[in-house]
């Protein structure tokens, strides 16, 4: 389905792919949108140069069809190196005031990018150290030889503020807004949600599940912010997952070195997210069924002290878990898993994916 009603950003020639009802996500002033700074930034997403041996790239652990994330319980870097957290998928990722599973100072595209590719607990990319061999080889691409200085007029070569600043204006183009349920509830489309959908959208909703007050609003959490917004949504919560939270996984206290924010992780956006299993920050629930199971008995750690109280268990009969199952299924946007405009550009055999590792 094509979304009507298309926004431009101001003075660049970038069209935001949204609904009228859908205003963009806000875009920092040192990194205006354009057509030629996203299509640079999808090359190097998909680029395995960026890291050592040029056998990560970002879409190592952020795959189109799983709504960029890896279908593994915890992300794997250069050399088999295996993290402790989930790869959070990337949609809509420029509507997230906060960007990792729990460090509330990860507020930008542009400064996480960095971490992948530098960062060293975990190696990930494990570029540290390698940042002028690894420009230097990108310089020489035909393709970038073209494309940084289009992009980028008064800074024409390949380094961190113009290959940062691509990245996040390509991830900031992950738009996915136009799932079944999308057309039922804002295109009138009454049949585009099965009778299953319809009434798993009424208990989603209901208080007895309290689902809504976590994953609320357009984008079903409550990390949120707009082009239009005075401030930022953010929001952390404990879910009873352990007791106590393992030592390498410990949650926002890492961070903040507060008591209470002991287990505390970002609330996730629910779109696509019948794609993105496993779940959990640790990957450790494998599917929705399970997630709907942890969440009805309040948690698998349910006297944490820290818990959030909405976290209180329910009973339910199968039927209505089926149902709330069918609409979580139909916040999928079939048309995003494979649109052209976020897929790997480089041809086969191209030494940009030539070694490539994939999930």
């Not at 960007?99 to 990860?106: D, Q």
Request: aromatic content about 10%; hydrophobic content about 40%; proline content about 9%.
């Amino acid at each position: 389905m094509i979304l009507a009603g298309a926004q431009s950003a101001p003075a660049e020639d970038y069209v935001w792919p949204l609904p009228v009802w859908m205003p963009p996500p806000p875009v920092p002033a040192d990194n205006p949108m354009s057509a030629a700074k996203v299509d640079l930034g999808r090359h190097l997403f998909y680029d395995a140069r960026l890291s050592r041996d040029g056998t990560v790239a970002c879409v190592s652990c952020h795959v189109q069809e799983r709504a960029f994330t890896d279908g593994r319980e915890t992300a794997v870097g250069i050399e088999g190196i295996t993290g402790a957290k989930n790869a959070p998928g990337l949609a809509n990722a420029g509507y997230f005031p906060v960007l990792t599973w729990a460090n509330p100072h990860m507020d930008s595209l542009e400064f996480q990018s960095l971490i992948p590719m530098f960062g060293e607990n975990p190696e990930e990319m494990g570029s540290a150290g390698q940042d002028d061999r690894i420009f230097a080889l990108l310089a020489a691409d035909p393709y970038y030889a073209t494309a940084f200085p289009e992009a980028f007029p008064d800074r024409p070569a390949p380094d961190l503020f113009t290959v940062t600043r691509a990245l996040a204006a390509f991830e900031r183009s992950m738009i996915s807004v136009n799932s079944a349920y999308d057309r039922y509830k804002y295109w009138g489309e009454t049949d585009a949600l099965s009778p299953s959908a319809k009434r798993g959208e009424q208990l989603f909703f209901d208080h007895r599940f309290e689902c809504y007050h976590c994953h609320q609003g357009a984008m079903f959490t409550d990390n949120l912010q707009t082009s239009r917004s005075s401030q930022p949504e953010i929001g952390f919560h404990n879910t009873g997952l352990y007791d106590p939270y393992p030592a390498a996984v410990p949650g926002l206290i890492e961070i903040t070195r507060r008591a209470e924010d002991a287990g505390r992780f970002r609330t996730p956006s629910l779109r696509n997210v019948a794609v993105t299993a496993p779940y959990m920050h640790d990957g450790s629930v494998p599917d929705l069924r399970g997630v709907m199971a942890h969440y009805a008995t309040a948690g698998r750690a349910p006297g944490h002290p820290m818990k959030d109280g909405m976290i209180a268990g329910f009973t339910a009969t199968e039927a209505e878990i089926d149902d709330i199952i069918a609409f979580l299924e139909s916040l999928t946007d079939e048309d995003f898993l494979s649109d052209p405009r976020l897929s790997d550009p480089w041809p086969d055999g191209h030494p940009a994916n030539t070694n490539r590792i994939m999930p």
